[in-house]
């Protein structure tokens, strides 16, 4: 496999662009290697005096890790992105034009589904220094968000040869994904109580009515809002806002490694939970009131293909499905949210979580 720094410059050639230098930027070395993938920013400073930045990204190195070795052989993580922008964005971006800036370009994408292996370039986000990630996210930027997780879920009914390809590149059970995720809960849940409940009297009781949530995980359903294609894994980091125009500005979502075809209640179950402030989170008039925007709006675009959604049908299924799903999703990827200073993190994060969780208790009673 070539380094970031030879496949730029290979696409360089390709196109005959003329150019003087690439440099890394803002890294160690050539690339980051993370969990998920390596991701080099690297700029090139072309013949007639301009710069443009590019994000190169690589499957990652399994290294004998079960999980890990599973994500990249047999879920397919970078395949999965690769489809994104192959097939998706060019649908997405058709259908609605005026979205075409929610998606970082993406200039050149290989992948060998029999290795795993391929790449992604794709060009940074504009002037990526007035963009950033943030956490949580305002109502209004909530709404932003779900007008365009409402049109990414509507393109598996507006486009439905896309579901034949996806289900043709990956005939995975998603079962078994869920069963990953359910493992990933379960190995992360006695931290969570450690951490956020040592000094609660009844924390051992709370630990099994827990488990016993993850062991009942159920994402799938009969209804409309299952198999609808998702992003996979939205949450803070994976969202960019214009920090200078937050208000009118179209968020940007990136990381696509997990898209594929899900229960649309389970995506926005995990996005309110880790995106929504906790003030909103304890409002519930104020979670319908976006959860109904997002109705709205997808039931707008599929007016002509579907009559069967059925508001009262759908909050049911966020309640049942999605609430649930977001609270495992959310403890599953605990490390994340926590970040390297637990003892920084842990206070910010205890009255959010410690709400969530007991409404998702309330709900399975």
Known sequence: MFSPQQILTNW??????????????????????????HTARLQVSFQNETTQQYIVKLPPDTQSIP????????????????????????????????????????????????????????????NCLSYSSTNPLSPIQLKHCLEILAKIHSISILEPQLVKLYNTLFPISQDKYLEQIRQLYEDQLSRFCQLFLKDDSNKLQIHESLKKLGKSLNASSSTIWDSLF??????????????????????????????????????????????????????????????????????????????????????????QIGKVFGWIQLIASLDAFLGSNVELTVPLLRPKLLLLMKQVLMTKQ
């Open 67 to 126: 999980l890990l070795e599973y994500l990249v052989s047999e879920y397919q993580i970078h395949g999965r992105e690769v489809f994104f922008y192959q097939h998706v964005v060019p649908l997405f971006v058709k259908r609605f034009p005026t979205h075409q800036h929610s998606f970082a370009p993406c200039l050149q994408s290989k992948w060998n589904k029999e290795t795993g292996e391929g790449f992604l370039i794709l060009q940074y986000i504009p």
């Open 230 to 319: 998702c992003h996979g894994d939205l949450w803070g980091n994976n969202i960019l806002f214009n920090k200078q125009n937050t208000e009118k500005e179209i968020p940007i979502f990136i990381d696509m490694q997990f898209c594929g075809l899900g229960n649309a209640t389970a995506e926005l179950g995990f996005f309110l939970a880790s995106c929504a402030p906790q003030q909103l989170l304890k409002e519930e008039k104020e979670v319908n009131a976006l959860l109904l925007y997002y109705f709205q709006t997808i039931k707008t675009l599929l007016e002509e293909q579907t009559k069967e959604m059925n508001w009262e049908e759908f909050i049911r299924e966020y309640h």
């Open 12 to 37: 360089l050639n390709e196109t005959k662009q003329s150019y003087k230098s690439i440099t890394p930027i803002s890294m160690e070395g050539e690339a980051t290697q993370g969990y998920l993938g």
